[in-house]
Nanobody
Framework: QVQLVESGGGLVQAGGSLRLSCAASARISGAYSIGWFRQAPGNEREFVAL???????SYADSVRGRFTLSRDNAKNTVYLQMNRLKPEDTAVYYCAAGPRSTSHIEYEYWGQGTQVTVSS
């Protein structure tokens, strides 16, 4: 089993930045893909970004060019750097460990989520 803990959310003005962290309880490099998803009230959980095969990344069209994934394998931690934030980025952000997929239903392990609120 893998336990995941997100942190780094908060309130920021439009155009600002936040860095989310996803800390895993066990080694994830080479074992799992790490996906970031978000869910706004009344919306479905949607794909944001994916780290797979240790170094390959994929992003949703809505965040590509603004969000960047990175990782620290020694700390079993994946980061999501979010720049040029927009009010529509407001959501609870979750990281998940599982197979390489942009579908949240494929993922087995989830963190508790961290709230990101972007004011206009």
């Amino acid at each position: 089993q893998v336990q995941l803990v997100e942190s780094g959310g908060g309130l920021v003005q439009a155009g600002g930045s936040l860095r989310l962290s996803c800390a895993a309880s066990a080694r994830i490099s080479g074992a799992y893909s790490i996906g970031w998803f978000r869910q706004a009230p009344g919306n479905e959980r949607e794909f944001v970004a994916l780290f797979w095969s240790s170094s390959i990344t994929s992003y949703a069209d809505s965040v590509r060019g603004r969000f960047t994934l990175s990782r620290d394998n020694a700390k079993n931690t994946v980061y999501l750097q979010m720049n040029r934030l927009k009010p529509e980025d407001t959501a609870v952000y979750y990281c998940a460990a599982g197979p390489r997929s942009t579908s949240h239903i494929e993922y087995e392990y989830w963190g508790q989520g961290t709230q990101v609120t972007v004011s206009s």
